[in-house]
C-alpha cells in the first residue's frame, strides 16, 4: 500500500513555516555580513609581513575551519555563560558562531585571490605613488573580490544550509518550525519535505542573483 501523503498540518500551519524560514534568512544574512568584513580582516592580516598578524590569523583560521560547526555552536551556546558569566541566547550562539566559522572560510578565500593577482599590479600601483593601503584598497581588493565570487558564493550557500543547524540549541528557524508541524499530527514526511522545498527555493534564488553578479562584473 502506498503512503498517503497529506499536507493539511503544513497548510494549517504555514505561518509557523513561513516565521522560520523568515528566521533562517534573517540569521543568514548577519552571519554572512559579517563572516565576510571577519574575513577580509582576517585574510590581509594573514598576508601581512608582521608575524604579530600572521600567525595568530594563521591559528585562527586553523582553529575554526577544523572544528565542526556544530561543536562551536555547542561551545558558544553552553560555554560561554559558564566562562563569562553571559547568557546566550539561541540567536547570539548561532550568529557568533557561524559568523566566526564562516570568516575563516572567507579569508581563505579573499587570500586565495589576492595571492592570484600579479606582482605587477601591486608594484605598478606603488609606482604611481598609491600608500599601501590604497593600493589594497583602490587596487587589489576590487579585483580579488571579483575573481571570487563563485568561490563566495559556494560558501555562501553552505553557511544557508548551517543555520539549519541553530535549531539544535532551540533557534527558531525552518528545521525548528518543521519540527513543531510535524509534531502536531505526526506528519514528519510532509513537513519537512516541505522545508525541503521551501530551501532549495531560496537556494536557487541565491545562485540565480550571484550568477547575475558575477556576470555583470566579468563585463565591467
Known sequence: MGYAWDFSS???????????LLGTLWLAALAVTTAMVVGIVVALCR?????LLSWPAAAIIAF???IPYIVQLFWF?????????VQASPFLAAYASLS?????YFAEIYRAGIRSLDRGQWEGAKAIGLPMGGVMRHV???????????????QTIEMVKLTTVASSVAYFDILYAGKLI?????????????VAILLIGALLILSW????????????
Open 182 to 194: 510535524a509534531d502536531q499530527d505526526f506528519r514528519p514526511i510532509e513537513a519537512y519535505t516541505s
Open 47 to 51: 598576508i601581512s609581513a608582521t608575524w
Open 209 to 220: 542573483a550571484a550568477s547575475r553578479l558575477e556576470a555583470r562584473l566579468r563585463r565591467a
Open 77 to 85: 551556546f553552553y560555554a560561554v555563560p559558564v566562562i563569562f558569566g
Open 100 to 104: 566566526l566559522y564562516g570568516g575563516a
Open 140 to 154: 587589489i581588493l576590487p579585483q580579488a573580490l571579483r575573481r571570487t565570487v563563485p568561490a563566495l558564493t559556494t
Open 10 to 20: 503544513v497548510i494549517r500551519y504555514k505561518h509557523v513555516l513561513i516565521e522560520g
Open 64 to 66: 575554526f575551519r577544523n
